[in-house]
Structures are given as structure tokens and as C-alpha cells.
């Protein structure tokens, strides 16, 4: 599989507003975005450094996967998302090799980004996202 870079870092938090603190003012980092995911349940906000965004992941409802994640792990690293030259295509290889998907085609995540995810139990732990810009 071609991975050309770690696109972001997935976090879990309660609070995208109690979390800023940390990110902008002791990191120093910027938010430059805020998005509700209706159909995953989370609002994120996004980071960047360098080609790397991090993106924070609160969740809009008791029933969201991200509510469930931080009900069972706590706050914490989610997922980590790769960026690949065609989502399809690596899907179809990581199903070749035996890799359980969750997404069997892409769909649209936020920031307008294709993406889907590899089923943790074939991951080694992490959870994996693969993803590319829009209309690719
Ligand atoms: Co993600």
C-alpha cells in the first residue's frame, strides 16, 4: 500500500471548548475549523502542524462511537489517518491481504475528505483511517 503521509491524528475528547486551553495556549496551535459529522455524531475541530492535522473528535450524542470510545478507554488517541492516492484501491488491497473493513467503499468524512476505515482487530490496536481530498 503507498501511504505519502500521516494526514491527521484522531482524538477523543469531551469538550472541544475545555481542550483549546491545551491545544491554542500551551501548544500554540490554531484552530482553523469546526465541523458537525451529522452522520458520525462528533463535532470536530482541526489543528495543523505541518502537513499533519490533529483532529479533535467530541461527541453529539450518548449513542456516537466517540462517546462509546471515551466511555471505555477515556480521552485519548482515536485513530490515525493516512493519506493515500486512491482510497478504493487501497481498501481493495487491504482486503486482499485480509484486512476486515469497516468501510468497504469510501465515504465523505470532514474537510470534505474521502475516507474509510480498516477494522482495529486487523490493525495491531490503532485504529486506521485512509483517506485522500475529494473528488479523487
Ligand atoms: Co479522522
Redesign the pocket.
Known amino acids: 500500500m503507498e501511504l505519502t503521509h500521516i494526514e491527521?491524528l484522531?482524538i477523543a475528547v469531551k469538550s472541544i471548548e475545555d481542550s483549546l486551553p491545551y491545544y491554542e495556549g500551551v501548544l500554540g496551535l490554531k484552530c482553523y475549523n469546526i465541523e458537525v459529522v451529522e452522520d458520525q455524531k462528533v463535532k470536530t475541530a482541526f489543528f495543523k502542524v505541518g502537513q499533519t492535522k490533529i483532529?479533535l473528535l467530541e461527541p453529539t450524542a450518548e449513542d456516537s462511537t466517540i462517546a462509546k470510545f471515551i466511555e471505555k478507554k477515556g480521552e485519548g488517541i482515536h485513530?490515525i489517518?493516512f493519506a493515500v492516492p486512491n482510497v478504493q484501491e487501497a481498501l481493495n488491497e487491504a482486503a486482499a491481504k485480509g484486512v476486515k473493513l469497516i468501510d468497504e467503499k469510501p465515504r465523505r468524512?470532514?474537510e470534505g475528505l474521502n475516507?474509510a476505515f480498516l477494522h482495529p482487530k486487523f490493525t495491531a490496536g490503532v485504529l486506521t483511517?485512509l483517506?485522500m481530498e475529494g473528488d479523487k
Open positions: 491527521h484522531g483532529e485513530h489517518a468524512g470532514a475516507i483511517e483517506c
